[in-house]
């Protein structure tokens, strides 16, 4: 059974970081890609990141420069660090696995990020 579990969601205030984590399991982590989605009230869910590997990374033009996205292969997570911020960046991120040669897609179940002063 897959499982993509997410954490680090919470509120925080304009300016500041988060980390969001998303520990996997049921899938053969090192040929995933791995990403990151986020959907606002009332909006579609938008891509955010995606992390193929440590050189093969992809963000959305809202977040270059403020937000960072690993993995660590040997813990099955995908990590999301975001910095600077904004009350636009507050939806429930998803954590996404795709495979790279299955193409089978799996999603958690969320977690909130809240930006508000």
């Known amino acids: 059974q897959v499982q993509l579990v997410e954490s680090g969601g919470g509120l925080v205030q304009p300016g500041g970081s988060l980390r969001l984590s998303c520990a996997a399991s049921g899938i053969a982590f090192n040929i995933y890609t791995m990403g990151w989605y986020r959907q606002a009230p009332g909006k579609q869910r938008e891509l955010v990141a995606t992390i193929r590997s440590s050189i093969s990374t992809n963000y959305a033009d809202s977040v270059k420069g403020r937000f960072t996205i690993s993995r660590d292969n040997a813990k099955n997570t995908v990590y999301l660090q975001m910095n600077s911020l904004k009350p636009e960046d507050t939806a429930v991120y998803y954590c996404?696995?795709?495979?790279?040669?299955?193409?089978?897609?799996?999603w958690g179940q969320g977690t909130q990020v809240t930006v508000s002063s």
């Open positions: 996404n696995a795709v495979g790279i040669i299955s193409k089978d897609s799996y």
